[in-house]
């Protein structure tokens, strides 16, 4: 699921099953590049760190948007 499709709670939740389910199904082939916790959360802080831009009006998208970022974040 694309971030910016979450708008609300219920799509929030949808977004983490959709996430949690990519990362069972391809975490260990290499299509995440942080795929245990430790390197997912420190992505999290390097890319909020270096995020230069405007937050959204949504709090519900931009949760969504760090989550996925932090998958491939280096």
């Known amino acids: 699921m ?7 709670r219920d799509t929030f939740i949808e977004f983490l099953r959709q996430l949690r389910m990519d990362l069972n199904d391809s975490g260990a ?3 995440w590049e942080n795929a245990d916790l430790a390197c997912f959360l420190e992505a999290i802080q390097a890319w ?5 831009q405007p937050l959204p009006g949504n709090p ?7 989550l996925a970022a932090a998958k491939i974040y280096e």
């Open 48 to 52: 909020v760190i270096d995020w230069q």
């Open 60 to 66: 519900w998208e931009h949760a969504a948007t760090l």
């Open 29 to 31: 082939t290499g299509q």
């Open 2 to 8: 694309n971030p910016s499709l979450v708008c609300d």
